[in-house]
């Protein structure tokens, strides 16, 4: 089955706490993104990487960290600078950057 | 700032009634526009893309764009229950082919 997952499905974090969320594909995707959704809100771009080895800033970008060393994975990092990390994460890709978007089942992630 | 703009809703609509979702946007450079289905806690699903002026019909669902009005719609006929979510608007920005979205608006169908 070709797909995005993203793990884990909940996550808890107490406050000081770096947590890293996990986001794999395997459709071959070139492009992956990372969005943060709040209550009642649309989805907002972290970071995004276009190729292998290279990602950029997003709209929100502050308090958040990715890496990018394989085609299939892009792990976000929630560091303890971000002052509200509380919301629904999700993970999306692409073939290349003006082709649709598929998104991941999300990560939520609550602050404790 | 590049922005996509969505009544949140809610909106309410009867069993078989038609229900008609609106976005404005304010990049005139964006070319591609898509309307995202997301059920309660679930993540955005694809149901309708649209690149050209006019519209572009996919079963129950109609999508419709003007580019000169800057205007995206979504229509969808003989609503369901089943189609009660939060629509999702988005237009592609071509620089860095980032899509921006709306906030969303909250469909109810009505037995």
């Known amino acids: 089955d070709g797909g995005i997952t993203q793990s884990p499905k909940y996550l808890f974090r107490k406050e000081g706490q770096n947590v890293t969320l996990s986001c794999e594909q395997n459709l071959n995707h070139d492009a992956m993104y990372w969005y943060r959704q709040d209550p009642g809100q649309g989805l907002r771009l972290i970071y995004y990487?276009?190729?292998?080895?290279?990602?950029q800033k997003g709209d929100i970008a502050e308090g958040y960290s990715v890496s990018r060393e394989k085609k299939e994975s892009f792990p976000l990092t929630v560091t303890s600078a971000q002052k509200n990390p509380t919301a629904f994460y999700l993970c999306?890709?692409?073939?290349?950057?003006?082709?649709?978007?598929?998104f991941g089942p999300g990560t939520r992630l609550t602050v404790l | 700032q590049k922005e996509v703009e969505q009544n949140s809703g809610p909106l309410s609509v009867p069993e078989g009634a038609i229900a008609s979702l609106n976005c404005t946007y304010s990049d005139r450079g964006s070319q591609s526009f898509f309307w995202y289905r997301q059920y309660s806690g679930k993540s955005p699903e694809l149901i309708m893309s649209?690149?050209?002026?006019g519209d572009k019909e996919d079963g129950r669902f109609t999508a419709q764009l003007n580019k000169a009005s800057q205007y995206v719609s979504l229509l969808i006929r003989d609503s369901q229950p089943s189609d009660s979510a939060t629509y999702l608007c988005?237009?592609?920005?071509?620089?860095?082919?980032?899509?921006?979205f709306g906030q969303g608006t909250e469909l109810s169908v009505k037995p």
């Open positions: 649209i690149y050209s002026n």
């Open positions: 988005a237009a592609l920005y071509n620089q860095g082919g980032k899509l921006i």
């Open positions: 990487s276009q190729i292998v080895n290279d990602f």
């Open positions: 999306a890709s692409n073939r290349g950057n003006t082709d649709t978007q598929y």
